[in-house]
Every structure is written in C-alpha cells, then in structure tokens.
C-alpha cells in the first residue's frame, strides 16, 4: 500500500466512524423523542389536567367575584330598606301629626262657629 492509499483508508475510517457515531446519536435521539403509547396518555392526561386547573381557576375566580359583587348588592339592599322603614315612619308619624292637627282646627272652627252662631242670634 501506498501512501496515498493509506490516507484514503483511513479517511474513509475515520469518516465512518463519524458516520456510525451520527447513527447512533440520531438513533438515540429519535428513540427519546418517540413516545410509547403510554407516555402520549401521560402527556394528554397532564395537559388536559393544566386545561382543567385553567379553567376552572378562572371560573373559581369568576364565581367568587360574583359572590363578593352579591354580598356588596346585598349590604346595599340592608341599608337601603333600613332608610325605607325610617322614611315610612317618619311619613307615618308626619301623617298623624298632620290629622291631629287638621282635628283640632276643625273642633276649633266647629267652637268657633258655634259661639259666632250665639252671639248673632243674641244681638
């Protein structure tokens, strides 16, 4: 062998040996990145986990500003016919004063005219 032909051979070596080293890195490679059956059901079931943990955070969410949004109407609602029963007894209270007051002036035209009736009569 020549010179020459040993360089070529061991060119050739050295280029299949990078050759096969590719190989089974690619093989490897591939095999960890194809998933077994198993694993797809595992991927799967954990992102349709995360999707519900999402979303039902979001409704969790959602609900408990409504429950708090209730709870702000429903002290308004307190407060608001609390006023109401203080108006509707103040108007209760103005209302008898108001017929009281309208009894006495009609006793006292009913006197009043009465006594007017008398002393034109007398006279």
Do not use: C
């Amino acid at each position: 062998m020549t010179a020459k032909s040993k360089s070529v051979d061991l060119d050739q070596q050295r280029d299949l040996g990078v050759e096969g080293e590719i190989r089974e890195f690619v093989r490897r490679d591939g095999q960890a990145l194809r998933r077994t059956p198993e694993n797809d059901s595992e991927l799967v079931a954990h992102n349709i986990g995360t999707l519900v943990q999402r979303v039902a955070g979001t409704s969790v969410q959602e609900v408990e500003r409504l429950i708090n949004e209730l709870q702000q109407l429903r002290e308004l609602l307190h407060q608001e016919g609390t006023r109401v029963q203080r108006e509707i007894a103040e108007y209760a209270h103005l209302s008898q004063s108001a017929m009281q007051s309208t009894k006495i002036i009609a006793e006292s035209l009913s006197q009043w005219k009465g006594d007017g009736g008398l002393r034109g009569a007398r006279s």
